[in-house]
């Protein structure tokens, strides 16, 4: 009974929210594939067309060949085939009735039905903005994977069963995209790949001109000369009369030729400081290296498989278990598999906690009434979008449901209140960048509206595996937690002082391969006074 009943709540906090008519596609795996299915609706309604056409021409072709025969023999003897008075007759309905009739097959349109399909489902298209985000994803994967541009071009990507190779025009068309992002670093690595694919000998309605265009002048934004010179003038061999590059080869030259005499004079200048200059270059090196690592570096390391690792001591405190929270009785009998993932912060996974059809169904639910994932700006408070959350999400209330039952039992938090579970589903390279759960000091009215108290605590379930990528990593500290179907990971966000572990700034790296489906639930403060009563000192757990 309340499992039935936390479906019914599920369904009935979906319907009663709000969305709009068409939500960003690349931020969902989910509803890109209902992208599928349109597109290949549309395949089977031009295969029906391709089927009419060649009918009709298949007809037309008859009539012809029919027709070819019958007048050459007819011209041969005009007066004598004219003589017979059927022949004069069919020719006088020949040319009064059928070839009206040819006509009107010839002009007969068999596209409607391929054009008025086309049309309805045109509403339901992608937009600029998804090509966009889709392209920025997949350059976002790129750096963050440190993937080679061949890699992704030929679609070998770890984690695949099906390569997808790109063709010069998908090469090109990232490109382009990076170019009016004025992202010439990206413009260079994918003109010069779609470059190399004509080189090769691919096939392509993109010509070398165009490729050596942008890529000459994307590499000229970065501040170099001499590569641009040499593309500019490869171009001017396959087009001598590009007025552009005509005009660029004669400034490359200049600039070159200025930049070389700079060099030079500075060099002579400089000569006899060289010596104290190398010394002071590498006490800077040394400086540097033992500068911390900048968070934004570090979370990319620990996407990767790379960063900081537990010693064998702090590892060898770490356990799996089989736990009944004090034998509590609902798992007396059934404890729950428990693993440590990490210590400081302490994270916990829990193995089997959801089941297949318990996924699936919040999944089905959901599906439909994923939206754009926001987050709160810092200054206004208001919800909004942003390039560092790619998602989508649905809020349901769970009153008294399964869901709350773990989370109670396991954990002896109590939920007096209709708190939210929030089901996300990522999307092309959904990632969210690092940030804190709890409203730190200085976001004093974060939770203010709910009347709950700051966040006490993180469940979050993973409701699919992912191939490749999409972990939950720990900049400050080095935990990396992998996504595991059917399991959930727990932490505290605050200290039983009330103050805010800084610890536990989390983020999720990008889904670099595969569908990434999670739900999260917050534990607030409200309810847990005597469940997890203050502490005095600040730090402690």
Not at 181 to 210: F, I, N, P, R
Not at 307 to 312: C, N, R, V
Not at 354 to 368: G, R
Not at 399 to 427: E, K, M, R, W
């Amino acid at each position: 009974m309340e499992r039935r009943c936390w479906w019914c709540l599920l369904a009935l906090s979906c319907l009663l929210q709000t969305f709009s008519a068409h939500s960003d596609f690349y931020t969902s795996i989910g509803h890109m594939t209902d992208l599928l299915y349109t597109e290949k609706d549309l395949v089977t309604s031009l295969k029906d067309y391709i089927t009419a056409e060649e009918n009709k021409l298949k007809q037309v072709k008859l009539w012809a060949e029919k027709m070819d025969v019958l007048s050459a023999t007819a011209v041969q003897d005009p007066e004598g085939f004219l003589g017979h008075p059927v022949n004069a007759f069919k020719l006088m309905k020949r040319l009064n009735t059928e070839w009206g009739d040819l006509e009107s097959l010839v002009l007969k349109d068999t596209t409607d039905g391929f054009i008025s399909n086309l049309t309805l489902q045109r509403k339901h298209f992608p937009t600029d903005e998804d090509q966009t985000g889709a392209a920025k994803a997949l350059l976002r994967l790129q750096d963050t994977y440190r993937l080679e541009t061949n890699i992704i071009s030929t679609g070998d990507l770890p984690g695949v069963t099906h390569k997808s190779p790109m063709t010069v025009e998908d090469c090109f068309e990232l490109g382009k995209i990076a170019y009016t992002e004025v992202d010439y670093y990206h413009t260079e690595l994918w003109m010069e790949q779609a470059l190399k694919q004509l080189d090769e000998g691919e096939e392509s309605t993109v010509d070398k001109v165009t490729v050596l265009d942008y890529l000459s002048y994307a590499i000229y934004q970065q501040g170099e000369l001499g590569r641009p010179l040499e593309l500019t003038k490869r171009l001017l061999i396959l087009d001598p009369e590009h007025q552009r590059a005509n005009g660029n080869l004669k400034y490359f030259e200049f600039q070159l030729i200025k930049q070389r005499k700079a060099q030079a004079e500075e060099a002579q200048k400089e000569g006899k400081g060289r010596t104290k200059r190398q010394t002071s270059d590498a006490s800077k090196k040394k400086m540097r290296f033992r500068e911390p690592v900048p968070e934004r570096k570090m979370y990319e390391m620990l996407c990767r498989g790379e960063g900081i690792k537990l010693t064998p001591r702090r590892q060898s405190r770490l356990f799996c278990r089989y736990y009944n929270n004090h034998s509590h009785p609902k798992y007396l009998l059934s404890p729950v598999k428990q693993e440590d993932e990490w210590d400081r912060p302490y994270i916990v996974r829990y193995h089997d906690i959801i089941s297949h059809s318990e996924i699936e169904k919040v999944k089905e639910l959901a599906k439909p009434r994923l939206r754009r994932a926001t987050i709160s700006n810092p200054i206004t408070g208001v919800l909004e979008t942003a390039p560092y959350r790619i998602s989508n999400v649905c809020v349901f209330v769970s009153l008294f449901g399964i869901v709350d039952g773990y989370i109670s039992n396991i954990n002896d938090l109590t939920i007096p209140f209709c708190f939210a579970l929030q089901v996300a589903n990522y999307g092309v390279g959904g990632q969210y960048e690092p940030h804190f759960d709890f409203g730190r000091k200085d976001e004093p009215d974060a939770f203010k509206e709910l009347g709950t108290g700051n966040r006490v605590a993180t469940w979050l379930f993973y409701m699919s595996d992912v191939a490749a990528g999409g972990a939950t990593v720990f900049p400050d500290v080095g935990a990396v937690v992998w996504p595991k179907k059917g399991t959930a990971v727990f932490w505290y966000n605050l200290f039983p002082s009330g103050e805010g572990d800084y610890s536990t700034r989390h983020a999720a790296c990008p889904v670099l391969v595969g569908n990434k489906w999670v739900s999260n639930k917050w534990i607030h403060e409200r309810g847990q006074e005597f469940r997890r009563p203050c502490g005095l000192n600040e730090t402690a757990r």
